[in-house]
């Protein structure tokens, strides 16, 4: 009735779960036949590698299902564990693509309206997108990955954190902020990966580079600043040493050693963190050892001011905290606006925000990717820019410029460009950057169209209040609908997430010498990676946050929508106290800027929110909200100006 599969003798798998199973079984129309690997090769003869294949006739309906037993002994005695049906899983699955929906008004001709489309195609793929994040927070490895993979420290700290955020499951977002804190090495920082699962805790990319220590703080006030939860002070977990548990810390001892590490790590004679092994682009590692040691990322100053000013928020309401806390709180603070200044000093030249200094003798002497640069060939580097913004570093003139910029320079038919050209391919020696220079494929960061980037860019564009703006750049990176909205995009899945869009050129000096061609949108566009990317959480959670302008804030809801004048009508679904709210909106000329705020006619008190660029959104409490909304009435009514 089916095959029963083992891990190999001697394998890591048979060490990791030892008496570990699979049995799999099949029904179909037609006859199934079972072999070992031998129809995987031309002559019909075995390799003896570890391939189970099946094999049928021409059916209409065929089914597989699999058994998983990887740990007998939690499962009970030698009971086969059970298989899971699709009308089982149905029902979870349906919920999910429930969580965050958008419906235009009763008659809206949703195919002969631009706007009305893309909302329609954007709730279309939600559904998938939930689907895409979920996999890539609870078995952390993509297609391309099969072999197996882990939580990057980087990914799990927004995909993940994006996702539970978005769907108002603070429980879950707890304990993947406890599992982060488990990951922390002694010393302060945090591996570049990690695997969540405590059976497999041995596995882990110990070094990192210099950003990372700044992603698991922010996901720590990013929960903190959601939740209010100051009963995580007085939790203790274990750091890393050696490859060893420690004792177990409190949350502020964990803080304050990542705390010690960032002062510690910041470029001699300066306030700039030092850029180490490289930062978010892993293409951008140096190849010259004095470079690294001497070059400051200007996007890292930003992700810095952005992660401490957020704990700095989350500690500061917490009674528990106490003088320690707020000492905590503090000098995070302390430590974002001294490299804020450093940076503004010395990094934002002629008006353009460099996207590395060099430094020399504690003075920033060159600027790369930048006008001014001479070494690398490349002049605009967009994340710098778009965080920057996001951040409210920026004046509202330097903003409007730094877009300006991305505009004109940045931006191709299906996205924004992480530069303004491809490094330079050099075909085997290495000048500036390692894997920018020597890498023969052209995609993903090499290729410098990255959705991860792209929708930090909507998110830029959401603080600035631009609701076309930021609507249009979430449809520029949805599947659904691709082929009509790019006309150089090439056929591509749907119903998944694409890590990149990647111009489909032959060979690197090819890329180099016809980029032009790409903006121009005479090359094609092929979709990159699937599923694995901490993109789609993060997709979710600009929808909700920044889009709908719907945010949890521990005793406040913000309500902060960003959307386009003619979306007059819009109702949309969030999850929010734990159960399913519909939002309607009505719209005014300005997009953002919400007036009034109530639920069954009655309008709540509310506070205006702070934005340097726009007029921010409004606060109202979240206890009066809740018990406005009832056990059955879940409307809230939002006007707009």
Avoid: K
């Amino acid at each position: 009735d089916g095959v029963v599969l083992t891990p190999p003798a001697g394998s890591a798998r048979e060490q990791t779960y030892p008496g570990a199973t699979v049995a799999l079984s099949w029904t179909g129309t037609a006859d199934t036949r079972l072999a070992r690997d031998e129809p995987l090769f031309a002559d019909g003869r075995s390799r003896d590698l570890p391939w189970v294949t099946l094999a049928t006739d021409p059916v209409s309906r065929w089914s597989l299902t699999l058994r998983p037993r990887l740990v007998p002994d939690e499962v009970g005695a030698d009971a086969p564990a059970p298989a899971v049906q699709a009308s089982e899983t149905a029902p979870f699955w349906t919920e999910v693509g429930e969580r965050l929906r958008l419906r235009l008004p009763a008659g809206t001709p949703a195919a002969a309206d631009p706007v009305g489309l893309e909302v329609a195609r954007l709730d279309a793929v939600l559904p998938w997108f939930a689907h895409d994040a979920l996999v890539h927070y609870l078995s952390p490895r993509g297609l391309e990955q099969y072999t197996g993979g882990g939580w990057g420290t980087r990914d799990v700290s927004q995909g993940p954190v994006g996702l539970l955020v978005a769907f108002g499951e603070h429980e879950a977002l707890r304990d993947v902020v406890v599992r982060l804190l488990r990951a922390q090495h002694a010393r302060g920082d945090w591996p570049q990966a990690f695997d969540f699962y405590a059976r497999h805790r041995s596995w882990q990319v110990s070094d990192a580079h210099g950003d990372v220590v700044y992603w698991p703080l922010l996901a720590i006030g990013d929960y903190l600043v959601v939740t209010g939860d100051d009963t995580l002070l007085a939790q203790a977990e274990p750091m890393v040493a050696d490859g060893h548990a420690t004792e177990p810390r409190s949350l502020l001892d964990h803080l304050e050693r990542a705390l010690d590490l960032v002062e510690a790590s910041r470029i001699p004679g300066t306030t700039l963190p030092a850029y180490g092994h490289g930062d978010w682009n892993d293409s951008l590692q140096p190849a010259d050892p004095a470079l690294a040691a001497a070059l400051c990322s200007t996007w890292t100053v930003t992700l810095q001011a952005h992660a401490l000013r957020t704990l700095a928020a989350g500690l500061e309401p917490l009674p528990s905290a106490g003088a320690r806390g707020a000492a905590v709180a503090g000098r995070a603070r302390r430590i974002a606006d001294e490299g804020v200044a450093a940076m503004r000093e010395s990094l934002l030249v002629d008006d353009v925000l460099a996207g590395y200094g060099r430094v020399d003798h504690g003075a920033v002497v060159e600027h790369l990717i930048h006008p001014r640069d001479r070494r690398t060939g490349l002049t605009y580097s967009v994340l710098p820019m778009i965080h920057a913004v996001s951040a409210d570093l920026l004046t509202p003139e330097e903003a409007h410029h730094h877009l300006a910029l991305i505009h004109t320079h940045l931006t191709g038919p299906d996205g924004v460009r992480l530069f303004d050209r491809p490094a330079a391919y050099h075909g085997g020696p290495m000048e500036v950057f390692q894997r920018a220079e020597a890498s023969t494929f052209f995609g993903r960061e090499i290729g410098i169209m990255y959705t991860h980037a792209h929708l930090r860019y909507a998110e830029a564009l959401a603080r600035m209040g631009d609701g076309p703006g930021l609507l249009a750049a979430l449809a520029r990176v949805n599947p659904v609908g691709m082929p009509e909205r790019v006309g150089s995009a090439r056929l591509r899945q749907s119903t998944t997430y694409f890590s990149s869009s990647d111009a489909a050129f032959h060979d690197r000096e090819t890329a180099g010498r016809d980029y032009g061609q790409v903006r121009a949108g005479t090359v094609a566009l092929e979709g990159g990676w699937r599923v694995y990317s901490s993109g789609p959480g993060l997709y979710l959670r600009l929808v909700r946050e920044c889009l709908l302008g719907i945010r949890e804030r521990a005793d406040i809801v913000e309500i902060d929508p960003v959307l386009p004048p003619a979306l007059d009508g819009l109702t949309a679904t969030v999850h929010l106290f734990g159960r399913a709210v519909e939002v309607a909106y009505r719209m005014g000329a300005g997009g953002c800027g919400p007036v009034r705020v109530s639920v069954g006619g009655q309008e709540l008190a509310a506070q205006r929110l702070d934005n340097p660029y726009r007029t921010g959104g409004l606060s109202v409490q979240a206890d009066e909200l809740r018990n406005l909304l009832g056990p059955e009435a879940a409307r809230i009514d939002v006007e707009v100006s």
